[in-house]
Structures are given as structure tokens and as C-alpha cells.
């Protein structure tokens, strides 16, 4: 992804915004300065995005308490140091495909901007000279101009690409049930006389193509509000979603002497996030291993337990005896549309992921000797900073 990065284009607005050799220099001169005030950046950022509500589940949900302090105490270290070459260009378009990723709704990007922009006027009127004041100030103002329109050119490049592949692959998909439906219907068209028995396999073959198109359109809404919408998140009961989830699947498929093993922690887990979306998760998810176990020697197992590797996190595993056809490509599986199955949309593991990267939880799948093991990791709601 990183090589998509439009190096041309970003050094086009570097000279735009008047970031020049002299600029650069009166903030070289000053590195030490700013980044001696590294903590306190990073200290001031926690202040407010923890004040705020639509932003604290970030700092709430982290692999380790402080990461992303740290993250803003690093970027603002380096800041003006670094030569403005084509590793900080790749530093600042990560961070604004990062945010596309985390679901961070673009107001506050500018709002930080905004901020820094303040802490650092304040370091330049009580350390730096009357006489440099106004350019340093100045210099200050076209770098972060042009992290800024680095960072929101990421954004927006990487929302249009998610959006022009959803609609590329809508198209692609409702090609074939539209041309299945007209030539089926052109068929019974040019016969003189139409048999009972051949109306009605039409018929079926018609319904079938619009249930199926109903379906992806349904799955495609749900994966596009989940990738643009920011929610609300609470806490909700890993065990009771669960089981939610599995009884909906009991009903919708009737699996002959399936073995259905829960083998769930001694103490229920609460985890952080959209209910709602942790419910499509688990519902997608189970729906796959419903879908793909093996009919001769149906067994679903799923269990639950904290995560070994960070304990601030809920691990669920969902084992099911189907095959992955191509075991070395399970990443595959997550790109919207790709689907193995006949009557697959392909967006179920897209929604499971869309769901997780909002919260910082992680969904792959990996091929065993015996079947597939689907694991998820997600925050805990009872073990926040
Ligand atoms: C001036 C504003 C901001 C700057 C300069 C900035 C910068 C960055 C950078 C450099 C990264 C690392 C990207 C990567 O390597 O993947 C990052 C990641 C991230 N940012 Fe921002 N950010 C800003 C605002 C915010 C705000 C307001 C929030 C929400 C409170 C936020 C949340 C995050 C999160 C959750 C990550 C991912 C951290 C991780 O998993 O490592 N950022 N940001």
C-alpha cells in the first residue's frame, strides 16, 4: 500500500505551501529545541482526545497503555528534524491511511493539527528569540500545513480506493444474475407454448438470482455503514453475543448431527466496541463455519479465553472441519467479493474485519490438518487504561 504514495504530487504541494531549504533550516536549527518537548506534546494530545468522547475509546483500546502517546510523542520528535524526503512522506501518508483504517472521523485529525499548531507557537514565544520569532512561527506553519495535506491526501485516496473497489465489485457481481435473469426470460419468450414444468424452473432460476443479488446488496450496505459510520461503543458480554450469534445460525441452517462444542471461559468477558457490530461479526463469522463445514463429520467448536499475548484482549477461536481451498491464501478471503462458496457474496470476513479494525481486534483464519481455525481478538471492556 505503501507504494502507492504520490511522491510527485506531495512534493508539488511542499513547494506550494513555501516550505523551502531557508524554512527548513530556521526549524533544523530549533529541532532540539521542539523535541525536547516531546512529552508534554504527547501529554497535552492524551488530555484532550480523552476528553472528548467520540475519541477516548482510542486511547481506551491499545496493545499496551501509553502507545499512542508514544506514537504522537515520536511523531512530533522527528517532525523538525527530518529532511523532507520520501521516507517522511511515507511516514505521514501511513498515518492518514491508519486513521482510515481506525475509522477516525477526519474533524479530529484537523483538530490535532490545530492544537499543535498552538503548542507550538506557545514553545516559540517563550524560547525563541524576539528576532527569529516571526519565521520560525512561520516555517512551524508551512510544515504542518504540509503534514496536514500529506495525512488528509491519504485519507481521501484511501476512502476512494475502498469505495471505487466496492462499486467496481458490485458491477462485476450483478452482471452475471442480471444476464442469467434476461436470457432466462428470453427463452420463454420465443416459445410458442410453455409447459407448466418449464415456467417454473424459470421461475426458480429467476428467484434464486434475486435473492442472491438481495443478499449482496444487503451485505454491501452493512460493510459500507460499518467502514464510514463512527459508533458509539460500549461494553456487552463476549459469552452472550456468542451465543446469540449460534442460535441464529441454529435456526437458519439446519446441520444433521452436527457437533457443536462452546467451550467458553470460567468468567464471562465483557468486550469494547459496537454491540451492534460485534453481533455482525460473530454472525458473519459463524454463518462462514456453518457454511463451509464438513457435512460428513460436522464439528464447530468455538472458545473462548484472554488473549496469551495481551491479556487486555479477548481471544475467540471458531474451529470448523471444512477445507480452505487454497490454505496458503486465507488473506484473500477478506477482500471484498471473494468468495469459494456458489452462493457466497464474499463480504462476510470483509465485515468481520471492517468491525475489528475499528477497534483495534484482529480476525484471520488459518487451514489445520482437520479443518480451519478462525481467530479474533478483541478488547476487553473490563480491563480499560
Ligand atoms: C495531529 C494529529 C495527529 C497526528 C499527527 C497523528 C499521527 C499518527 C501517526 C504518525 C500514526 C502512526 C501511523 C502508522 O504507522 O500506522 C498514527 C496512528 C494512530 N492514530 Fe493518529 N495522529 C493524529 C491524530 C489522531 C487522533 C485525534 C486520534 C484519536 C484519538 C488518533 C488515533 C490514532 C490511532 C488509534 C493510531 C493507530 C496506533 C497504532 O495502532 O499503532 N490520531 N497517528
Not at 347 to 370: N, T, W
Request: glycine share 4%.
Amino acid at each position: 500500500m505503501i507504494n502507492s504514495v504520490p511522491y510527485d504530487r506531495l512534493m508539488f504541494f511542499k513547494e506550494q505551501v513555501g516550505l523551502d531549504q531557508k524554512a527548513l533550516d530556521n526549524l533544523h536549527r530549533h529541532a532540539n529545541l521542539f523535541a525536547s518537548h516531546k512529552e508534554k506534546f504527547a501529554a497535552y494530545f492524551e488530555k484532550v482526545f480523552s476528553n472528548i468522547g467520540q475519541t477516548r475509546p482510542y486511547l481506551e483500546v491499545q496493545d499496551y497503555p501509553g502507545q499512542l502517546q508514544k506514537v504522537w510523542m515520536n511523531w512530533f520528535a522527528r517532525l523538525f528534524s527530518s529532511p523532507i524526503d520520501q521516507k517522511f512522506m511515507d511516514r505521514m501518508w501511513k498515518s492518514g491511511q491508519t486513521h482510515v483504517r481506525i475509522n477516525l472521523d477526519h474533524r479530529f485529525v484537523n483538530l490535532g493539527y490545530c492544537l499543535a499548531r498552538g503548542f507550538c507557537k506557545d514553545i516559540v514565544e517563550k524560547h525563541v528569540t524576539p528576532d527569529e520569532r516571526s519565521s520560525v512561527d512561520n516555517a512551524v506553519e508551512k510544515l504542518l500545513d504540509l503534514c496536514l495535506l500529506i495525512e488528509t491526501d491519504a485519507f481521501v485516496t484511501s476512502t476512494f480506493q475502498c469505495d471505487s473497489e466496492v462499486i467496481k465489485g458490485i458491477t462485476h457481481q450483478i452482471r452475471n444474475p442480471i444476464m442469467v435473469i434476461g436470457a432466462s426470460m428470453m427463452r420463454l419468450m420465443r416459445r410458442d407454448q410453455v409447459s407448466h414444468e418449464t415456467a417454473s424452473q424459470t421461475y426458480e432460476t429467476v428467484l434464486d438470482e434475486s435473492r442472491r443479488m438481495e443478499k449482496m446488496l444487503s451485505d454491501v450496505s452493512i460493510f459500507n455503514e460499518i467502514f464510514h459510520s463512527t459508533s458509539q461503543w460500549s461494553v456487552s458480554s463476549l459469552h452472550e453475543q456468542l451465543k446469540r450469534s449460534v442460535e441464529e445460525c441454529l435456526k437458519k441452517k439446519e446441520l444433521k448431527n452436527l457437533n457443536l462444542q462452546m467451550g467458553f471461559a470460567d468468567a464471562d468477558i465483557e468486550v469494547l466496541g459496537n454491540p451492534r457490530e460485534i453481533h455482525l461479526l460473530f454472525k458473519h463469522l459463524l454463518e462462514n463455519a456453518f457454511e463451509s463445514v464438513d457435512l460428513l463429520n460436522p464439528v464447530i467448536s468455538i472458545q473462548t479465553s484472554l488473549d496469551p499475548g495481551t491479556p487486555r484482549f479477548a481471544l475467540v477461536e471458531i474451529f470448523n472441519t471444512g477445507k480452505i481451498t487454497n490454505p496458503e491464501e486465507t488473506e484473500t478471503l477478506f477482500t471484498p467479493f471473494y468468495s469459494t462458496k456458489a452462493t457466497g457474496t464474499g463480504m462476510g470476513l470483509p465485515i468481520a474485519r471492517a468491525v475489528v479494525q475499528k477497534i483495534k481486534g484482529k480476525v484471520s483464519l488459518q487451514a489445520i490438518e482437520d479443518g480451519v481455525i478462525c481467530f479474533i481478538t478483541l478488547p476487553r471492556g473490563d480491563s480499560r487504561i
